[in-house]
């Protein structure tokens, strides 16, 4: 064998190499996520409401949702948490990801606006407002990746610790690690600190979602 056939022999192997390297490191980034949305069809989803107006379909892999319609929820219920969603709003829309059904994290048009709320795109709804704007203009898509950790009960049921959550909003970090006092408005029930399930607001306005994915976590 030829010394510039080996050496193109080694650079051979070595891509294999990197590309098996890349994979795992991917593979293992990934580990333990799970899909909420198949990206086919509503499996795993019903209206809050059986007997609402329902505005949502599957187009073209999105989840999407146009009015007059009722909000959804998962039947996958959780504690601790790891969320990642994207979605997509038409200008002057409004939504929201509610965590455990109880905690919305808003979602509106409020892309350039200088006021920080606890009611814009990126706040814990009434209750944290988000340090910055990182909100795009509407018809794009935006990402939320959340971590969330569960209020907590005594062995009488008591809550002892608020709810905390960090909100990573289209790759910024505009909430770290505050505590939720407590519900938001329109939340499934108020029984913090027990497992429950994603929610998504769907009786605003027009909304589309995909790649709706959790990852468990111990507790701390």
Known sequence: MTRTV??????GLAVVVLASVMVACAQEKEEGWVSLFNA?????WKLTNPNGANGWSVVDGVLTNKPPSTDIV???KVMDHQLRIEFRIPAGSNSGVYLQGRYEIQIDDCAGQQNLRNN?????YGRVAPTKNVAKPPGEWQTYDVTFRAARLDEQGRKTKNARVTIIFNGEKVIDNQEIPG???AALDDKEGTPGALYLQGN???VEYRNIRYRPLPPE
């Open 6 to 11: 080996t050496l193109a022999v080694c650079a």
């Open 40 to 44: 086919k069809d509503m499996t795993g």
């Open 74 to 76: 998962n039947d996958t």
């Open 120 to 124: 814009m795109c990126g706040a814990i």
């Open 183 to 185: 519900v938001t408005g």
């Open 204 to 206: 605003h306005g027009p």
